[in-house]
């Protein structure tokens, strides 16, 4: 004869939940879970006692079952290419205060310029169920593009940051044109009397919108008759870099082969700076620089560095509203690009001819 084993009692998940913080209230779980949703609406007493029983067993509300329910959770999914870089942190904050008070919290991942990682992100993130992607630019591998739009028909708001495509674009876009920029910034150049131009790119591969800058730069300093070459900074630390371009703009006896360069960003222009100081050169008299970001330190180098200021904090918020108006009852709402501008800030690291008293 054999003798059965006792089951064991199955384990709980030991989370608090709504029915105990009524138990302890005195109220029931209806009334918690209105208090929790609109506070104003409980009496003021039955409030105080929901407040301290929360407080009390450190309630944590399951949004499993919400998920289940709605198929649909109250995250929003950011992919952004570093959280090291300040461009993207200040986005990624516009984007939470941009989020704050709604009910939607940023679920946040850094591709580090990698459109293979982004794909894995996109695929770990769906699977969360999220209200609402926003992802930076509008380059995507083949089977990104495929889940971003699956997602998109299946009704979750789909929103590209940091890019504004006039035609052709797939999902809502908020940013601007990074080739009207790179075109800017070679006509302040010539404006400033320049001839002899570079455009010292990113070695970083995947970034397109840096690549997009330098190639009107470059397309819109030659239609002007102006000499324009191309050099890209090696990968690495951008001061390191930015140094290394430089040296590579120099001839065998150290002089400038060109009198002014635009760099992808503020740390290569910075770098470049910091190495004609080592090597005795004066900006602008021996080689004019200018940046994009508008980075603290560029202003704090000599009497400034000329830089683009991009819209970084404002793109964040625009993309919450944006989410925000699509996840609302309105179903065509937040569904037009937002386009915002950029500001390129002369400071007289770019001091030329024809802008000399």
Not at 145 to 165: N, Y
Request: a positive charge; charged letters at 20%; hydrophobic letters at 45%.
């Amino acid at each position: 004869m054999t003798t059965r084993e006792p089951r064991r009692p199955r384990r709980g998940h030991g989370r608090v939940t709504l029915q105990d913080v009524a138990s302890a209230a005195g109220c029931t779980a209806i009334t918690v879970s209105r208090f929790l949703r609109e506070p104003a609406k409980v009496a003021p007493a039955t409030a105080e006692r929901i407040r301290a029983a929360l407080l009390a067993q450190a309630y944590v509300p399951n949004r499993q079952a919400g998920v289940l329910a709605s198929g649909r959770s109250r995250m929003v999914a950011a992919i952004v290419p570093s959280i090291a870089n300040s461009v993207f942190a200040d986005t990624l904050q516009g984007l939470a205060d941009g989020l704050l008070g709604s009910g939607y919290e940023l679920m946040l991942a850094s591709s580090g310029y990698s459109l293979e990682r982004e794909e894995e992100q996109l695929r770990a993130v769906l699977a969360w169920a999220p209200a609402a992607i926003a992802v930076t630019g509008r380059h995507h591998t083949a089977a990104s593009l495929s889940m971003l739009e699956a997602a998109a028909a299946a009704g979750t708001p789909v929103v590209e940051m940091w890019d504004r495509q006039a035609e052709g674009a797939r999902f809502t876009q908020v940013g601007f044109d990074h080739a009207r920029v790179g075109r800017e910034m070679a006509q302040h150049l010539l404006a400033s009397g320049f001839r002899l131009l570079a455009y010292v790119d990113t070695g970083v591969d995947a970034d397109f919108r840096a690549h997009e800058r330098g190639q009107a730069f470059l397309a819109e300093a030659r239609k002007a008759g102006a000499r324009a070459r191309m050099r890209v900074a090696p990968t690495g630390d951008a001061f390191e870099a930015g140094r290394s371009a430089l040296a590579r703009l120099l001839d065998r006896q150290g002089r400038p082969q060109v009198r002014a360069a635009a760099f992808a960003n503020d740390h290569l222009a910075c770098g470049a700076w910091l190495e004609a100081s080592r090597r005795g050169l004066q900006v602008p008299t021996d080689i004019a620089l200018m940046g994009f970001g508008d980075f603290p330190l560029s202003r704090q180098l000599g009497n400034g560095l000329t830089s683009v200021r991009p819209p970084r904090l404002e793109i964040g918020r625009a993309a919450a509203e944006l989410i925000l108006a699509r996840l609302s009852a309105e179903p065509t709402a937040g569904t037009e690009p937002v386009e915002l501008t950029c500001v390129l800030v002369g400071r007289t690291s770019t001091q030329g001819p024809a802008s000399s008293p």
